[in-house]
Nanobody, 119 residues
């Protein structure tokens, strides 16, 4: 019912910046939060940043001070500004949307966008 499409990934040198975007469409009723997760080869998927519809944010310790998450609730779009990128940021980045329906949380995921940071 919900489709998430990420964009903005690519290859960047260490110390550079990228801006990721995620647009949601479909049966969207009550969005609780949107966020970004990432998964590097051989590692588990981990939280990068989340933002609620009310504006509250949460960041992984490894990206605090470097990444900024923002959103446009009216357009059901979330962004991730990534600055001072490091080689360890290399991963597939996935967009997530959490909806609440009758008190039940439903999570939807995009297909991911590759971010590669060269040394």
């Amino acid at each position: 019912q919900v489709q998430l499409v990420e964009s903005g990934g690519g290859l960047v040198q260490a110390g550079g910046s990228l801006r990721l975007s995620c647009a949601a469409s479909g049966s969207i009723f009550s969005v609780y939060a949107m966020g970004w997760y990432r998964q590097a080869p051989g590692k588990q998927r981990e939280l990068v940043a989340t933002i609620t519809s009310g504006g509250g944010t949460n960041y992984a310790d490894s990206v605090k001070g470097r990444f900024t998450i923002s959103r446009d609730n009216a357009k059901n779009t979330v962004f991730l500004q990534m600055n001072s990128l490091k080689s360890e940021d290399t991963a597939v980045y996935y967009c997530n949307m959490r909806q609440l329906q009758l008190g039940i949380a439903y999570d939807y995921w995009g297909q991911g966008t590759q971010v590669t940071v060269s040394s």
